[in-house]
Structures are given as structure tokens and as C-alpha cells.
């Protein structure tokens, strides 16, 4: 019956602590995307209405480029505006998104990053 040699053992330990190394590099940078994550969720949730790009109009949404982070969450959480807000548009059929109060910071940063036109 054959061991496993202590050599071998120690180069698994190694390129597993490489592995490592290289996954949490992976995720730093992945972390620090904030806007990155802000426009995937944006795409997946809002383009239903707004446009892709957000500077501009949607097929029932207004541009949203520039918004601020109190703006964002009154609308997504409760389809309201903060207080004192003038609203771009009169109309209410915009649909609150609870389900996203986890992504509120993204989808500001990548709002706030997208200049309005
Ligand atoms: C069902 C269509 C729809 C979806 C989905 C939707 N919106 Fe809206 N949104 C609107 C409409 C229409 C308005 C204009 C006010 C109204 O009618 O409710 C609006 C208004 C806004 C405003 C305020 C604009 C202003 O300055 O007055 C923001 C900010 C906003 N939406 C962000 C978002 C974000 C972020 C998402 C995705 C998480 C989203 N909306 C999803 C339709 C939608």
C-alpha cells in the first residue's frame, strides 16, 4: 500500500493557498464594482420601462441618469420621492421593487456615474 509522500502533500497545500490567492484577487476586484453590480440590476429590473441608457427616455420610464441615492431608494422601495422632490413626471405607474432594498447602493452608483443629458 502506498503513503502519500510528504512532497506531494505540500505542492496540493501550495497550489491550493495559489488558487486561493488568485480567487480572492478575483473577488477584490469584483467587490469594488459597485457600479458594475448598479448596472447589471439595472438592466435585469428597470429597462423594462426606462432606457438602457439611462440618460435618456424609456418606453414609459423617464432618463434617471444622475439620480440621487435618497431618490433611488424612495422609488425602488416604496414608488415614492424623497421629500421636497419634484418628480419629473405626474404619472404613478412605476411599481415598487422591495426585493431589491439589497441593491440600492449599487443601482445609485451607477446612476450617480451616468451623466443626465
Ligand atoms: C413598470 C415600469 C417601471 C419599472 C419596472 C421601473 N420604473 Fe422607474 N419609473 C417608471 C415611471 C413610469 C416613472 C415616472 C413616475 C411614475 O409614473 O411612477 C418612473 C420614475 C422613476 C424615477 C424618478 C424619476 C424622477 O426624477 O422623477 C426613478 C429614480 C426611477 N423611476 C428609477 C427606477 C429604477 C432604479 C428601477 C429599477 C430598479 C425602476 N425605476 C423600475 C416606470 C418604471
Do not use: F
Not at 484577487?25 to 447589471?40: F, K, L, N, V
Not at 423617464?62 to 431608494?73: I, M
Not at 432594498?101 to 449599487?106: K, L, M, N, Q, T
Amino acid at each position: 500500500m502506498q503513503t502519500t509522500r510528504p512532497g506531494a502533500l505540500r505542492c496540493g497545500v501550495l497550489a491550493a493557498a495559489g488558487t486561493l490567492a488568485a480567487l480572492l484577487a478575483a473577488c477584490g476586484q469584483h467587490e469594488s464594482s459597485s457600479i458594475e453590480r448598479g448596472r447589471r440590476v439595472y438592466v435585469a429590473n428597470c429597462t423594462v420601462c426606462h432606457n438602457t441608457d439611462p440618460a435618456l427616455p424609456g418606453s414609459i420610464g423617464p432618463p434617471v441618469a444622475g439620480s440621487e441615492r435618497a431618490l433611488v431608494e424612495a422609488r425602488v422601495l416604496r414608488a415614492e420621492y424623497p421629500p421636497g422632490y419634484t418628480p419629473k413626471r405626474s404619472t404613478r405607474a412605476m411599481v415598487a421593487l422591495p426585493q431589491l432594498a439589497g441593491s440600492i447602493d449599487d443601482l445609485a452608483a451607477y446612476l450617480a456615474s451616468v451623466p443626465p443629458r
